[in-house]
């Protein structure tokens, strides 16, 4: 059975609010973006993103998000995701996914970005650039009356080139008044992703986490957020959040100052 929710599908006054809400959360990365280098604590990254947002007036929507107790995600080397941000101190080589969620006038903009800090392993290099490009193989693959499984297929089609896999237990997600709410946006096709209609006025996430060897995952259970490769090898992650229109897919978190379409890392 074909399914489509048209309680998602928003009205014009209701996709500017995502438009602005977005703007702002890309105008919080491009402020982050520099200062995301060796010698910096992931703490004080997320309490920059903290007082910008403050700032101006809007909120962070991680802080106290299902308890998460800070700011941002921060996900370091083997972190896939869901990386408190703590005394860590960046070096170099290592790769960081810094993930931004602003709540604007009720609505929220999500994104993310891996950054390399300096000279990196081929490996992470590589990693990084796969899910850059995947995260731009989706968005393409996405069009009014389309599937979702055509974004897990772009997606998989890429990783399995290099040889790399694609995370299973964290997803894409429907975004609007809510962090996280239907549809879910699974990386790789399923048979519910098969059923599931795109339809035009819909806002969702796409965050494809790319893992150099196995996809598999390991939940730390000292601080029940952290979640790494389970055998230790490099990940990357790209976010964007995509608002579907009748003419096609429009990126709402586009930067000023970050990796444009066809970035080499
Ligand atoms: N920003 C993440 C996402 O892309 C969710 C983080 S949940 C948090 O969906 F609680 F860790 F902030
Ligand atoms: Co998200
Ligand atoms: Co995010």
Known sequence: MLYANRNLQLT???RQAMRRACQFNAQL???????????????????????YTLDHGHTPAPLGYQGF???????????????????????????????????????YGDQSETFLIGNVSNEARAVTQCAFDCLYLAIDAVRPGGRVSDIGDAIVAEARRFGFSVVREYVGHGVGRRFHQEPSIPHYPTRQSRQDVLLPGICF???????????????????????????????????????????GP????????GPQRG???
């Open 263 to 265: 970035h080499r890392f």
């Open 69 to 107: 107790p800070r700011s941002c995600c921060t996900s370091v080397n083997e972190v896939i995701c869901h990386g408190i941000p703590d005394g860590y101190v960046l070096k170099e080589g290592d790769l960081i996914n810094v993930d931004v969620t602003t709540i604007v006038q009720g609505w």
């Open 29 to 51: 990365m491009d402020f982050i973006r520099p200062h995301v280098r060796a010698g910096i604590t992931t703490a004080a990254i997320d309490r920059l993103v903290h007082e």
């Open 205 to 247: 996430t796409i965050e494809p986490m790319i893992n150099a060897g196995t996809r598999l995952t390991v939940l730390d259970k000292s601080d029940g957020w952290t979640v790494r490769t389970r055998d230790g090898r490099p990940t990357a992650q790209f976010e964007h959040t995509i608002l579907l229109t009748e003419n």
């Open 250 to 257: 429009e990126i709402l978190t586009l930067t000023q100052d």
């Open 12 to 14: 014009e006054t209701e």
